[in-house]
């Protein structure tokens, strides 16, 4: 007999021998072939492991191997798919001694087109065997094929084991990293995915593989077992893909059935068809012409349609770029105006029944109908009318369709809060059925819990007291949970790595709820342990959107920073509320100038000339490892301080001079940022010892970090809580685990031991102090800057051109080079770019220059070259289509940060002071700055215009708005005031109105205080009032200390309205309120 693998003989005769065994069992014992194509599919796996130099899982299992090459790139989905196939149809047979010959006849048609892939990306191809051909049955000696199978299982064991050696020698791993082997095996996967692209399977075997989907989704499914024809019938309780269901146009490929209620037809095509089409001819015919001995199981009908759900595949998994040729195509058949789309896994059984109970036209109009009194409920929610505006505008935009929604709202200005009145808002109109709330750290959803289990709704009753809510420990959800808590993490290793575990259905949410969006952001971030899964950045920013995109789902996202990354996934922000307009209207508080802390070594910088003696320090074994005679002179500058060189005093001096003004016992908090682990540790160090003097309590002080050793996530966490409800630790050393989403209101102090270059993170940082405290009388906070954080952080409108620019972010140059229209700009930006990528790959990491060369099959090198060679009208085509790639060179790590050079260069404080617009600028520089926004924006900006004219006209919407456009410009009041004060050797105390009335008119700047007691001296001087409209005065002149300001629209806010408001005020007024404010208005802005 001629075995149908012959072309393997030579060069893989192990693989051979096991196919043309696995041929001889096929009709005598079917069980023993299954098994031994298993064993075909494992020893193949392994060979595909020695040729790559692969780095085996840890887990060492068939499947662990299989995602594994699958992940790496080295094999496509679809092959994958086959592997899988082998690896469960063997096990069924070895553990539940399955045998079906037709099974079998499928499997080794599945192996003969791996075994044809394999030959052709690995052999010296198929030698001309291209055709399938069941063998011919013959009689083999039983004695025989048992010996022969037992030869085979020691020469498995033998490869193995060789296998396992060679993982261990360390020439075969570097062997693994050269140029040579490299190049290589950019060309075999490139054959790889040419081969794989070539498969023709038939649609038995791709049957094979959509069983495996659906049986992962939770539906009984085996094409060959489970047909009409041999007797299988819907169950109830049962959920049965019923094979080759007859109906009069046909037999449908399956028929789903939910108990006993047809639910779904789907038809499958061949691997290599298209299937998008299908949906509108064939489906449709299936899903109108049920067979009428089958009505029984016809839940209701839809026009034409007597099945509610029809789906089309061919076994590919998605692709967004073949959108049309892979996933699972699906239509809801309930509304004329619903339109096919492709899904990227199947609908569960109970996924689809749900689906079946929604009426989102329904749901729409009761969402529409009902009021949001209870949002601003006192004794509830009680919330302020910037998040009731977040609500109605997302429920606005749901309500047009649109499934993808973004909010931008300011840290500490209660975005959890809005999210839960959201939340309970669609949960009671029915608008959804269950909710994944997504966060990117077990911390965030432990303290959105938190939030779902304390913060009272309806009758006193929080969210999880009316809905069954599921933790962050949960995996798996009933049919009766709302609302699921997870971090990206856990989700990532539910979808995309889970190995014979309860696997999400696309189904199971309906809407996603994204918390802190922004995650992904790149520069500065060190990886967590939970997230060392992810090779980098790029690989989290990748399977985050993979969470994101493989759900059925509307999709929610709320940040305080939008990333570049964000915008592309869910559009852009349908809401803002910036932190500068949560400033102004008096929800978060906002900082002093910054202490900038210049000490001789930042000024000077570190040199070492060629010959010095040096000590390495190297972080990974946390140890001084070699004493160095350099070879050429080095200097660092301050940011490379802590990060590339260990400066111990520089770190003291800051810190002793920083303590002078913290007080651990008191009832603020602080919280520092370091730039590593081990700077953390000796940060904690120096301030336990300088506070030891003082008497200070040990516990003031604490590291918290996402790395700590003593104790896990657990104790994380357990700190965290401590630092936010307990008196200790009042001092908080943190990296990155805190620089995001947490909420502790007494932090009054930040301090910037670190150097960072993306806006994102920092605004984020500063976001930690932003929250009011009123239980300590909290106006505003403090923030040290030894490190010169600020002077880095430039806002892009303000930046210097871009080519010229070394610290503009990897956002502010693609923005840069896709928003240009003009050639030489776009030039700019793009020599700008590869600068930046040059410097970084002249001693990129080992880690990070292999793991460039697996993802784009090409040296860094060589990729800047082929992006230099780009024509200039097709560059931003070449940047989009490898953006990610480009991004991930941007952010790597140089060779420098392996080693730390430790210093002990001595260091003193030269100055200290207080700089004004965030940067390094006298106070007459900066007035004379402000003077000339004033002039130059005068025509541009109306309310400018009516101060300088008619000051008495100015509405408080405009006042609001030229405040904001002050502070984008980097220009506050309290800062302007703080300027003029020291600039002119005064104490005074001024306002929007009076300084911007005596920069651009010239008149003398009078105190606040002093122009509102002359104001209303004046006016009382020109009317007589009544005692009661004199209590009304006193009243008015209180709001106006407070809020500098006041209109017809003061009187229905605050204190005003709770008392009557403008109604009963002017009537106080005998119906002269207006009269009487514009002339106090005249006497105050005026003189």
């Avoid at 086959?82 to 499997?107: I, P």
């Avoid at 041999?230 to 893909?241: F, L, M, S, V, Y």
């Avoid at 940047?879 to 730390?900: D, R």
């Amino acid at each position: 007999m001629t075995s149908n693998f012959i072309f393997l003989q030579e060069d893989y005769n192990l693989l051979y021998n096991i196919a043309y065994l696995s041929e001889k069992n096929l009709y005598s014992d079917p069980n023993t072939c299954m098994f031994k194509l298993r064993q075909f599919s494992e020893v193949m796996i392994n060979e595909i492991y020695q040729i790559e130099h692969i780095q085996l899982p840890y887990e060492g299992n068939q499947a662990s191997k299989i995602n594994t090459l699958k992940k790496e790139g080295i094999i496509e989905p679809i092959i994958a798919d086959l592997f899988h196939q082998l690896r469960l149809k063997g096990n069924d047979a070895v553990h539940s001694v399955y045998a079906s010959q037709e099974a079998a006849e499928t499997l080794l048609r599945i192996a003969y087109q791996l075994a044809r892939w394999f030959a052709l990306s690995y052999g010296e191809g198929t030698k001309g065997h291209s055709e399938f051909v069941l063998p011919e049955k013959h009689t083999f000696s039983i004695e025989d094929l048992k010996a022969e199978k037992e030869s085979q299982e020691k020469q498995i064991e033998t490869l193995q084991k060789q296998l396992f050696e060679l993982q261990k020698q360390k020439e075969y791993l570097e062997e693994s990293q050269s140029k040579e082997f490299l190049s290589a095996q950019k060309e075999r996967v490139k054959q790889s995915q040419k081969y794989a692209s070539q498969l023709n399977l038939s649609e038995e075997e791709t049957r094979k593989i959509i069983d495996a989907q659906l049986q992962e989704a939770g539906w009984q499914a085996d094409s060959i077992l489970l047909k009409y024809s041999q007797g299988t019938r819907p169950e109830k309780g049962k959920n049965i893909a019923i094979a080759e269901f007859p109906t009069d146009k046909g037999n449908a490929d399956y028929a789903l059935f939910a108990g006993l209620k047809l639910v779904g037809i789907v038809e499958a095509k061949p691997e290599h068809k298209d299937i998008s089409a299908i949906i509108a001819n064939q489906c449709k015919d299936y899903a109108t012409h049920i067979k009428s001995e089958h009505s029984e199981y016809i839940i209701s009908q839809w026009g034409a349609y007597q099945v509610p759900f029809v789906f089309a595949t061919n076994g590919r998994k998605y692709l967004k770029q073949l959108e049309t040729k892979s996933g699972i195509w699906f239509l809801d058949t309930r509304r004329n105006d619903n339109i096919p789309k492709a899904l990227q896994s199947w609908k569960s059984p109970q996924g689809l029944l749900e689906d079946l109970e929604k009426d989102i036209e329904k749901a729409n109009q009761k969402l529409a109908e009902t009021p949001y009194n209870l949002l601003r409920d006192k004794d509830g929610l009680n919330l302020r009318e910037y998040q009731i505006k977040a609500v109605e505008t997302t429920e606005r935009e749901l309500l047009k369709g649109k499934s993808s929604i973004l909010l931008s709202m300011a840290t500490g200005t209660g975005k959890t809060r809005t999210l839960l009145a959201m939340i309970y808002r669609f949960l009671k109109t029915q608008r959804f059925k269950r909710i994944l709330f997504l966060v990117d750290r077990t911390s965030l959803g432990e303290q959105a819990h938190d939030v779902f289990r304390e913060v009272r709704l309806e009758d006193l009753q929080t969210l999880a007291n009316i809905y069954n809510i599921k933790g962050l420990e949960e995996k798996t959800i009933e049919r009766e949970t709302k609302i699921h808590l997870s971090t990206v993490q856990a989700m990532v290793k539910r979808i995309l790595y889970n190995e014979g575990e309860y696997t999400p259905s696309v189904s199971d949410y309906d809407l996603i709820i994204i918390d802190e969006a922004h995650r992904g952001y790149t520069l500065d971030k060190e990886m967590a342990d939970d997230e060392l899964e992810f090779r980098n950045q790029d690989d989290f920013v990748s399977k985050y959107r993979s969470v994101i995109d493989y759900f059925d789902a509307v999709k929610i996202a709320v940040t305080a920073t939008p990333a570049l990354h964000t915008t592309e996934i869910f559009g852009k922000p349908v809401f803002e509320y910036s932190y500068r307009e949560a400033v102004l209207d008096g929800f978060l508080v906002d900082y002093n100038l910054p202490h900038q802390i210049i000490t001789q070594l930042r000024k000077e910088g570190i040199h070492y000339q060629k010959g010095d003696t040096i000590q390495l320090f190297d972080p990974e074994k946390n140890e001084i490892t070699d004493f160095s005679e350099i070879e050429d002179e080095l200097d660092f500058d301050i940011e490379q301080f802590n990060k590339e060189i260990i400066v111990e005093d520089f770190n003291r001096v800051v810190l002793t001079e920083i303590a002078q003004d913290l007080d651990p016992e008191g009832q603020g908090k602080t919280l520092i940022f370091a730039v590593d682990d081990q700077h953390a540790d000796l940060i904690v160090k120096i301030l336990k010892e300088i506070y030891a003097e003082q008497g200070i309590d040990n516990d003031a002080i604490k590291k918290i970090t996402a790395n700590d050793s003593m104790g896990g996530k657990k104790r994380v966490l357990e700190a965290i809580k401590q630092f936010k409800n307990e008196k200790y630790p009042n001092i908080a050393v943190t990296v990155d685990l805190l620089t995001t989403g947490i909420d502790v209101p007494e932090i009054t102090s930040l301090v910037f031991l670190r150097r960072v270059k993306s806006r994102i993170l920092f605004e984020q940082m500063l976001g930690r102090a932003t929250r009011l405290c009123p239980k300590i009388n909290k106006e505003n906070f403090e923030i040290y800057d030894p490190v010169g954080v600020f002077e880095s952080i430039v806002d892009f409108t303000k930046m210097t051109p871009v080519a010229t620019n070394p610290s503009a972010s990897f956002e502010d140059i693609i923005d840069g080079i896709n928003h240009n229209g003009e050639t030489s700009s776009v030039k700019k930006y793009v020599n700008q770019l590869i600068g930046r990528l040059q410097r970084r790959v002249k001693n990129i990491v080992k880690q990070d220059e292999d793991y460039f060369l697996n993802l784009q099959k090409t040296t860094p090198q060589e990729f800047i070259r082929e992006l230099k060679e780009q024509p200039i009208d097709e560059v931003k085509i070449f940047i989009q289509n490898h953006k990610k790639a480009i991004e991930f060179l941007f952010h790597s790590k140089s060779k420098s940060n392996q080693y730390k050079i430790i210093s002990d260069k001595t260091d003193q404080v030269a100055e200290r002071y207080q700089g004004y617009g965030g940067a390094e600028q006298r106070p007459e520089d900066y007035i004379e700055a402000f003077r000339t926004f004033i002039t130059e924006n005068q025509n541009r900006i109306a309310a400018l215009n009516i101060l300088c004219t008619r000051p008495k006209e100015l509405t408080r919407n405009e006042l609001k708005s030229l405040r904001l456009e002050m502070e984008q410009a980097g220009y506050s009041i309290r800062e302007i005031n703080h300027a003029w004060n020291k600039a002119k050797n005064v104490d005074i105390t001024t306002d929007i109105i009076g300084i911007v009335r005596t920069l651009a008119l010239g008149s003398a700047l009078v105190d606040y205080s002093v122009r509102l007691e002359n104001a209303f001296k004046k006016l009382k001087n020109h009317r007589q009032f009544t005692k009661i409209e004199e209590k009304w005065l006193d009243r008015i002149e209180k709001h106006l200390v407070k809020e500098q300001f006041i209109d017809h629209e003061s009187f229905n806010t605050g204190a005003f309205k709770n008392e009557g408001g403008y109604e009963k005020i002017n009537k106080a007024f005998k119906n002269q309120l207006d009269e009487i404010v514009d002339e106090l208005k005249e006497y105050l802005f005026v003189g």
